[in-house]
């Protein structure tokens, strides 16, 4: 049997001027050791900003690669929570704090979707309502965090 290692990383998010307080909280986020030869599934949680979204991510890892799926339900246009805010980004975090951006999650009415690959064996996830998907460090306007992982399964 093969040991899947959870850390917590906190993430200290400063609201800016005139923001929501809500998101000046810490929000933590789960990282995942990913064996070789499995997948599973994380379940994405809703912050106060939209507490009806509801999203999941499957994680298949091969021998070499790792694809990721993200799939979100229940996102209105970030135009909706602020004129400044036009898209939805995903973003991973590795357990040593670094931060990536994967990827724009492409709306479909109000479902959300997108398919990456990235090399980090272990890492969280979360998804930030931006301005663009060109910026290179997160906003503080997070909409959707890992929260907890369905049982890994051998590939067969």
């Known amino acids: 049997m093969k040991l899947i290692t959870v850390l917590w990383i906190a993430m200290w998010l400063t609201p800016a001027a005139g923001q929501d307080p809500a998101t000046s909280k810490v929000n933590q986020i789960m990282t995942f050791s ?15 900003r939209l507490p009806e979204t509801k999203g999941t991510v499957r994680v298949v890892r091969g021998s070499i690669a ?22 939805y ?19 479909n ?15 969280g996830i979360f998804v930030t309502a931006e301005p663009d998907n060109c ?16 049982i890994l399964q051998p590939k067969r």
């Open 66 to 87: 790792i694809n990721i799926d993200v799939l979100v339900d229940h996102m209105p246009p970030a135009q909706n929570l602020n004129e400044n805010l036009n898209t």
């Open 34 to 48: 990913y064996p070789m030869e499995s997948s599973g599934i994380i379940h994405l949680s809703p912050t106060n």
């Open 89 to 107: 980004v995903v973003w991973l975090i590795s357990p040593d704090g670094e931060v990536r951006k994967v990827g724009e999650l492409l709306l």
């Open 135 to 150: 910026g290179t460090v997160p906003s503080t306007v997070v909409m959707a965090s890992d929260f907890c992982m369905g």
């Open 109 to 123: 009415g109000d479902s959300g979707i997108l398919h990456t690959g990235p090399n980090w064996g272990a890492f």
